[in-house]
C-alpha cells in the first residue's frame, strides 16, 4: 500500500470535497450565531436534486444548478424556522434530516418506480477535468476531478477573505457574536441570518451534486452517510474559521481514502466505514483538551 | 409601575388552549394534513392510503405486531427522553442499539449458563454495553465541551461498525450465505406473552422501563434535578446538582434501555443478531419523533409512540393497499417535528401579548 | 425660543397589564445636557427605548426640531442624527475598537472590485479624529474585550460621534465607572453640550443630576412627576418627586457581638486562564455580623463569591466554611456545610422561569426533609405534597404576591421573583448567606423588605456577605466593609468610619493610602 502518491492526493481531495462544502456552509452559519445540524439532510436533497435534475435534462450541470437552488429552498424551513420565527434550530433540524431521508425516498419510489438506488446506464456525471491530463502533479491530482472540487478550495480561502475584510464579512460576524449590538447599528439580525441559512442550503446543494454526480454517479438512500455530522465536526474543530474548516475537512478525506487503501489491502470495510469517525472524534478530543488546559475555570 | 387588569378570558377556555395535550395533536393533525397534499401532488388518494395506515396497524390480524413494534419504539422514545430531560440530545440510539443485540447475542450464544439465567444474563449484559458506550459522551460534554449531540453522532456509527465487523467475521453463521449470527439456543428464547406471534416478554420489559422512567422522573431528587437541568442549567449547578454526575446517569441509562431494546430485537424471532436488521425499521428516529412530541414527559410517551407505530406499522398496510411508499411514513414523522418545533412562533405571540418591562 | 432638538408629545406605551409610559411630555434643548431621572421600574427606559426607535409608542408622538417623525427602528432614529450609549454595553470583544466604531457605517476602499472591502486605514484614521475632537482617550486598534469599562464606553460614544449624532443619550452611564472615570465622562458631556449636542443623561443618581445637567425630567410610575431647571431644584425635592415620599432607608441599628467565624478566605486567586479576576484576597466573616463588599461592577467581586459558592474554581488560596476547607469541595458540599446566597443573576441563575413557583423554592431543600430525605427508606425520594405546603408557606410569610404556587416565576414580578429567592435562601438557615446585589431591579416596597430580612438574618446569630454596587445599600446595612479594585481588596472600613467619599475614593483606587 502506497500512501505517498498523487492519486492518494486525488483520492483525498475527492472524499473531502463534499463535506468541505457542507462544512463551509455550516461555518459561516456559526459565524452568524446559527448552529445548523441540518447539513446532513440538505446535502442528501441535494444529492436527489441533482440525480433527478441530470437524469431529466441529460446534463449535469443542469442537475448542479437544480441541486443548488433546491437545495437552497429546502434550508428555508430553517432559515425560516430559526432565524425568523426563533423556532430551536437543533430541533428543526432534526426535523429537516428526517424529512430529506424520507422525501428523497420516497421520491425516487414515486418518480422512478425504484427502492434504494437509482442509476440509470444513461445518468449524466460531472466532467472530469480531463484537459489536464499529462500536467505534472496538478493533473495526477485534479485530471479525474470534477470542477466543483478545486471550486470547494476556491471557495473556501474566498470565504476566509470575504468574512474578515469585507464590509459584509464583518457586519456578518458582528451579528453573530453580540446580535443585540449588531442590531442597534442597523445591521438587519433577521435577514443576515435568514441569508447565510440559505446559503448554507446552495452549498449544500453542491455537496450533494459533488456526492452523487462527481464522486459516483447515482443516488442511493442515505448516501450521505453522516458526513454532513462530519461537516457538523469540522465547523467545530475550525472555530468556524473557513480556512481552517479546508485543513480539517482534508484531515478527513484523508482518513476516508485511508480507510479505502486499507481494505484494498484486506482490512474488513467496517473499520474504512468506521475511520473517519474515530479521527474525527480523536482530532476533537485533541484540540478540547488543549483548550481545556488554557482555560483552567471549569464549572461543577 | 402601575398595572391595570388584563381581559379576562374564560378559564375554560384558556385551560383547554394550555393543556399539554393540545400542542402534539394538533402537530400530528397539521402532519397528517400535509401529508395529504404531499400525496395529492403525487397522485395518490390520501383517504385510501389514511385508511390503508389505520388498517394496516390496527386490523385484528395485525395488532400483535404492531403491539410488538410498539414496545420497541417506545424503548427507542425513552432512549431520547431521558437526557432530553435535563436539555441533551441523545441521536446516537442506533450505535447504542446495535451494541446491546450484538453484546446479547454473544451472550445467547457463548456463555454457559441455564436457561432462565441466560436470557437474564444476556438482556443484562446488553443493556451494561451500551450503557457505558452511552456515558462516553457524558464527560466529553461536561470536561472537554463536546455537546452530546456531536458525539453521540460521532459515536454512533463506529458502534454500527463494530456490530457488523463482528457478525461478519467473528460470529458469523458460516452455513448460511449471509451476515449473520448462529441461532441463539433455546435457552436464550425471550417468553411469549399466551400464543400472541410477535409482542413477547420483551414488551412487558419496555413497559417496566416506562414506569420506572416515570416514578424517578416524577418521585426522586434525581428526576427533579433532572428537570430543574433542562428549564435552566446555571440555576441547577448553583442549587448544587452534580451537573456532571447526572449526564453520566442519563446517558448511562438512555444507553442502557437502547441495550434492552436491542437485546429484546435479538432473543425474539428470528433469535439471530442480523447485520443491519435492528437499525433498518428505524425505531430509533420515530422514537425520537415520538419522545420530542411528547417533550420528554413519561406519561405522554406510550400515547405518542402509539401515533408513529401506527404510522410506521400503517406505512407497510398503506404499501401493500394504495400503493403508497412506505417512506412517507418518515415524512410525516419529520413534519410533526418541524411543525412542533415551529409552534415557539404561537408561543411567542402569546408571550409577547403578556410581556412586562420598564 | 428656538425649536428644540426634540419633543416628546403625550408618549404612552403599556405592555400588557402593564402601563410603562402614560402622557409623558419631553423636550430636549440643542446645546443642553437634560436628565431624565427615575427609579428602577419608573419608565425611563421605555421612554428612551421609544426615543431611539426600539418600541413604537401607544399613543403621542415624537417631533425633530418641530418636524413630526416616525421611528420604526433604531436605523430610523440613527439617520435623524439620534445616538445611544446603552447601560449594557453593546460591543464586539472580539473586535478592534475600529472595528466597532465603523461596524454599519463601514469606510470602504475605492475601486470596483475594492469597493465592499473595509478601508481599515481610514476606518482607524475617524477614530482618531473623533477620539482627538472630543477628549476620548482610546486606541484604534485596541481589541475591545481587553479594555476597562471606561474605555469601553468612549467606544460606544465614539459609536454615535461616527454617526454624526446630535442628540445623545446616555443610559445610566456612569453605573460601571469609578469616580474619576465618571469625572472625565461629565467633562466630554459638557463639552459635547457646548459644542451645540444635546445630550440626554438617564440616571437614578441625584448627585450626578445636580453636578451635570441643565434641566430634570422625573418619572415615577410612567408619569412626569417634576419638570424643572437643575439651578432651581434641590437633591430633597428630586428625591419626593422620585419616590412619592421622603425615604428613610432601613437603617442597621444596633449588632450583638460578632461570634465565631463562618467564612474564612485566605490569600484567593480566581483566574480565567489569561487574567486574573481574583488576586490575593483575604477576608472573615463572623456569624451576627454583615460584611460589606464595596465597588464598582466588574472588579472581581462576582468572581469572588462564585468561587465561594463553588460554581467557579479557584485557582490559589484556601476557603473555610464553618470551620472546613472546602476549596475544593462541590456546590452541593459547601451548602450542606452551611452556605446559602442570593444570586446577582436572577433570571440566568436564581430561578428557572418555566419551572412552577413551588419547584423554585424547593431548590436545594429538596434532598432533606420535610421535601426529601437525606437517609432512611425515603432517601433520594421526594414528596410533591411537601413542597407545595413549603411553598405556601414561604409565599405568606415573605409576601410573595402570586396566585398559586403552581403558577411559572415567569408569571412573576421583578421583585416578587426576588423575594422568592431570598425567601428560599434564606429558609436554609445556613450560618453563611451570600448576597449578591439582593435590591437589583426591585421596587422601593421589595427594597425595604429585603434589608429589614437581611438585617434580622444577621441579628438572628447568622453571617451575612453582602456584595453591592450601591454605597447607600452598604452604609445602611453593613457592620464593615472591604472595598475591591481590580480583584483586589483595597481598603477596610468599619462602619463608623465609613462615609460615601473614602468609599468612593478606594473604589477608584485614589486612595491608596487606606490599605487592608
Known sequence: ?300 | MSTVDAAPKPPLFRAAVRHPAVVPVGAVLVAVLIGAVIMVASGIDPVRAYTGVVEGALATDNLDYTLSVFGLILGMAIVFAIPLRMGEYNLGGNGQLVLGGITAAAVGLYAPLPCALLVVAAVLAGAVAAGLFAAISAPLSERLGIPVIISTLLLSPIAVAFGSYLVRFRMTDTGSGVSQTPRLPDAAHLGTLGDLRYANVGLVLVLLVLVVFWLVDSRTAVGFELRTLGANRRFGAYGGVHIGRLNLGAMAAAGAVAGVVGAVMVLSPPYRFIDGALTAPGYTFAGVAAALLAGGRPLLLPLTVAVFTILQVGGAGMERDADVPRQLSEVLQAVVIIVLALRTVVEARRARTGRATT | MTTPAVELVGIGKRFGAVVANDGVDLTLRRGSVHAVMGENGAGKSTLMSILYGLYRPDTGHILRDGRRVEFASPLDAIAERLGMVHQHFKLFDSMTVAENVVLGQEPRRSGRLRRSLLDRAAASARVTELAGRYGLAVDPGARVGTLPAGARQRVEILKALHREAEVLILDEPTAVLTPGEVRSLFAVIRRAADDGATVVLVTHKIHEVLDVSDEVTVLRDGVVTAHVRTADTTAAALVTAMTGRDVVPAQNTGRGEPGEPVLEVEHLAVSDGERTLVGDVSLTVRRGEIVGIAGVSGNGQHDLVATLLGTHRAAAGSIRIAGVDVTDASVRERRALGVAAIPEDRRGEGTAITMSVAENLALGHHRTPPIGASSGRRRGLLSGRAMRARAQELIADFDIRTASEQLPVGSLSGGNAQKLVVARELAHEAPLLIAEQPTQGVDIGAIEAIHRRLIGYRDDGHGVLLVSHEISELLALADRILVMLGGRVVAEFARSDATPENIGAAMSGADQAVRA
Open chain 1, 1 to 300: 500500500m502506497n500512501v505517498l502518491e498523487w492519486s492518494f492526493v486525488a483520492a483525498v481531495l475527492m472524499a473531502a470535497t463534499p463535506v468541505l462544502l457542507a462544512a463551509l456552509g455550516g461555518a459561516l452559519c456559526a459565524q452568524a450565531g446559527v448552529f445548523n445540524i441540518a447539513l446532513e439532510g440538505q446535502m442528501l436533497w441535494g444529492a436527489f436534486a441533482a440525480v433527478v435534475g441530470s437524469h431529466y435534462s441529460g446534463s449535469a450541470w443542469v442537475g448542479v444548478l437544480i441541486a443548488l437552488v433546491s437545495t437552497a429552498a429546502f434550508s428555508a424551513i430553517l432559515a425560516v424556522g430559526s432565524a425568523r420565527w426563533a423556532a430551536d434550530p437543533i430541533i428543526v433540524a432534526i426535523g429537516v434530516n428526517l424529512l430529506a431521508v424520507g422525501l428523497t425516498g420516497f421520491g425516487i419510489r414515486v418518480l422512478f418506480d425504484v427502492s434504494g438506488t437509482f442509476s440509470p446506464p444513461d445518468l449524466q456525471g460531472l466532467h472530469r477535468m480531463t484537459f489536464l491530463d499529462g500536467v505534472p502533479v496538478v493533473g495526477d491530482v485534479l485530471a479525474r476531478q470534477s470542477p466543483l472540487v478545486p471550486l470547494a478550495i476556491v471557495l473556501a480561502l474566498a470565504l476566509a477573505y470575504w468574512l474578515s475584510r469585507s464590509a459584509t464579512g464583518l457586519r456578518l460576524r458582528g451579528v453573530g457574536e453580540h446580535p443585540e449590538a449588531a442590531g442597534s447599528l442597523g445591521v438587519d439580525v433577521t435577514a443576515y441570518r435568514t441569508t447565510v441559512v440559505l446559503a448554507a442550503g446552495a452549498l449544500c446543494g453542491l455537496a450533494g451534486a459533488q456526492l452523487a454526480l462527481g464522486n459516483v454517479t447515482v443516488f442511493t438512500e442515505n448516501m450521505t452517510a453522516g458526513r454532513g455530522w462530519i461537516a457538523v465536526a469540522a465547523v467545530m474543530l475550525a472555530a468556524s474559521r473557513p480556512a481552517w474548516v479546508l485543513v480539517a475537512c482534508v484531515g478527513f478525506g484523508a482518513a476516508e481514502a485511508f480507510g479505502f487503501r486499507l481494505q484494498g489491502v484486506g482490512a474488513p470495510q467496517q473499520l474504512a466505514d468506521a475511520a473517519p469517525y474515530i479521527v474525527t472524534l480523536l482530532v476533537l478530543v485533541a484540540t478540547r483538551l488543549r483548550w481545556l488546559r488554557r482555560t483552567r475555570e471549569v464549572a461543577v
